[in-house]
């Protein structure tokens, strides 16, 4: 593929989970703020047992017994939250895992229009007098809009559709086809050089034509590098 996040029906979580998003399932910030509390218990506790009772007075003494018969259950609550936290959180990643990812077939259809190649006109229908021409997209040299008729100019003659030059522009091939003025759009492979009028107008030289076709500034960085 080329690169493009993937339309709506493909969900992100069916996509494989890395190291660091289970990293970050398991020790979450609740998870963290368990061991800590269970750590500053530990410590705590044991400078409670530490306390020696002949330096306390009665209400510290009550307090100090207090705090020694709960140490161990307040240790023990803590402990099984943490212990049912990750047992959710270990559960939703195995079911997670175990969902297959969603199948394709109805995504790629919409994802191949756009890389496809698009098929641009090889030849013209024109009318020549009373007769009817076709004249291959590589024989011409410009098009010119004409009132309700395009021109089609070739190194040997002339001739006319009726299709304006807008419609034209996305049906041919941009990469040999470039609009120079509103009105006109030529055949980069029959352009000769480039040069510049008295006013520094930019005009083209053409392989196959006398006459030169004037550029209009909108379209001149085309040709910069000419």
């Given at each position: 593929?080329?690169?493009?996040?993937?339309?709506?029906?493909?969900?992100l979580?069916?996509q494989?989970?890395?190291?660091r998003?289970v990293?970050?399932?398991?020790?979450?910030l609740?998870?963290?703020?368990?061991?800590?509390?269970f750590?500053?218990?530990?410590?705590?506790?044991?400078?409670?047992?530490?306390?020696?009772y002949?330096?306390?007075?009665e209400?510290?003494?009550?307090?100090?017994?207090?705090?020694?018969q709960?140490?161990?259950?307040?240790?023990?609550l803590?402990a099984?939250?943490?212990?049912?936290?990750?047992?959710?959180?270990?559960?939703?990643?195995?079911?997670?895992?175990?969902?297959?990812?969603?199948?394709?077939?109805?995504?790629?259809?919409s994802i191949?229009?756009?890389?496809?190649?698009?098929?641009?006109?090889?030849?013209?229908?024109?009318?020549?007098?009373?007769?009817?021409?076709?004249?291959?997209?590589?024989?011409i040299?410009?098009f010119?809009?004409d009132?309700k008729?395009?021109?089609?100019?070739?190194a040997?003659?002339?001739?006319?559709?009726?299709?304006p030059?807008?419609?034209?522009?996305?049906?041919l091939?941009?990469?040999?086809?470039?609009?120079?003025?509103?009105s006109?759009?030529?055949?980069?492979?029959?352009?000769?050089?480039?040069?510049?009028?008295?006013?520094?107008?930019?005009l083209?030289?053409?392989?196959?034509?006398?006459?030169?076709?004037?550029?209009?500034?909108?379209?001149t960085?085309?040709?910069?590098?000419?």
């Amino acid at each position: 593929m080329d690169g493009r996040p993937l339309p709506a029906p493909v969900s992100l979580c069916a996509q494989p989970l890395s190291a660091r998003a289970v990293f970050a399932h398991v020790v979450n910030l609740r998870t963290v703020a368990a061991a800590f509390y269970f750590c500053l218990l530990v410590v705590a506790g044991r400078k409670l047992l530490d306390l020696q009772y002949e330096a306390l007075d009665e209400w510290a003494m009550s307090t100090l017994r207090f705090l020694r018969q709960n140490l161990i259950s307040g240790l023990v609550l803590l402990a099984t939250i943490a212990a049912a936290r990750l047992f959710t959180t270990v559960t939703r990643l195995k079911e997670r895992l175990g969902v297959p990812p969603p199948r394709l077939d109805a995504v790629l259809p919409s994802i191949a229009p756009a890389t496809a190649p698009k098929n641009y006109l090889r030849w013209i229908n024109a009318s020549v007098g009373q007769n009817l021409r076709l004249i291959t997209v590589d024989e011409i040299v410009y098009f010119q809009a004409d009132n309700k008729y395009t021109r089609v100019v070739t190194a040997d003659g002339e001739a006319l559709i009726r299709k304006p030059l807008k419609e034209l522009v996305d049906e041919l091939d941009p990469n040999w086809f470039w609009q120079i003025r509103r009105s006109t759009m030529v055949n980069v492979g029959a352009v000769a050089g480039v040069t510049r009028d008295f006013r520094g107008r930019m005009l083209l030289k053409l392989k196959d034509r006398s006459e030169m076709l004037q550029v209009s500034d909108s379209y001149t960085h085309l040709f910069r590098q000419m």
